[in-house]
Nanobody
Framework: VQLQASGGGLVHTGDSLRLSCAAS????????VAWFRQAPGEERTFVAG????????RYADSVKERFTISRDGAKNMVYLQMNSLKLEDTAVYYC????????????????????WGQGTLVTVSS
């Protein structure tokens, strides 16, 4: 599986942006997927994740009620809809995945994820 993240850009506070993660290769439907982000000088942190079952999602407290993760199995795509963007959302965003038998559980630490996209930069300015 190869992942490619896209959709980043320069926006202002309060704006919205949708990131996309395109997967190629077989078996993506058997993967849990997450978005992580990394700001300059900081560690990579969990933003949102989605299990094999699209109804099972989890968010970092800092993005709850503002971000929504979703997946389209037919297109092998995962999306991160980001609303009400804040300055502190500025970071490189990575999509990542790993194969799992669980349909509802998934990890939230980067070390559990095997496949990574190249990252897409989101810059929020005032």
């Amino acid at each position: 599986v190869q992942l490619q993240a896209s959709g980043g850009g320069l926006v202002h506070t309060g704006d919205s942006l949708r990131l996309s993660c395109a997967a190629s290769g077989r078996g993506f439907s058997g993967h849990a997927v997450a978005w992580f982000r990394q700001a300059p000088g900081e560690e990579r942190t969990f933003v949102a994740g989605i299990a094999r079952s699209p109804s099972s999602t989890r968010y970092a407290d800092s993005v709850k009620e503002r971000f929504t993760i979703s997946r389209d199995g037919a297109k092998n795509m995962v999306y991160l809809q980001m609303n009400s963007l804040k300055l502190e959302d500025t970071a490189v965003y990575y999509c990542a995945s790993y194969s799992t038998f669980s349909t509802i559980h998934f990890a939230s630490t980067p070390d559990k994820y095997y496949y990574w996209g190249q990252g897409t930069l989101v810059t929020v300015s005032s």
